[in-house]
């Protein structure tokens, strides 16, 4: 059975939900961050919060580059 496009299905999943989901973490950070504290993108993008969605995205970004390793 060929397994590149069960794989490449996933990737693409994994990058769409992973960027989705940061989006939308990124938008309640900037909520919660009040006005008196510092607000900075690098303080955005370094947050706890987002390693989840890294590792989804790092985990389709794999999947993407074996599925072409295959072909």
Request: glycine letters at 8%; hydrophobic letters at 50%; charged letters at 20%.
């Given at each position: 059975?060929?397994?590149?496009?069960?794989?490449?299905?996933?990737?693409?999943?994994?990058?769409?939900?992973?960027?989705?989901?940061?989006?939308?973490?990124?938008?309640?950070?900037?909520?919660?961050?009040?006005?008196?504290?510092?607000?900075?993108?690098?303080?955005?993008?370094?947050?706890?919060?987002?390693?989840?969605?890294?590792?989804?995205?790092?985990?389709?970004?794999?999947?993407?580059?074996?599925?072409r390793q295959f072909s």
């Amino acid at each position: 059975m060929n397994m590149e496009p069960i794989l490449s299905f996933t990737a693409v999943a994994l990058l769409v939900i992973g960027l989705i989901g940061q989006g939308f973490e990124l938008r309640k950070i900037k909520a919660s961050i009040t006005k008196d504290e510092d607000f900075t993108s690098k303080n955005m993008f370094t947050n706890k919060r987002n390693l989840k969605w890294y590792v989804i995205i790092g985990a389709g970004l794999v999947l993407l580059y074996a599925g072409r390793q295959f072909s």
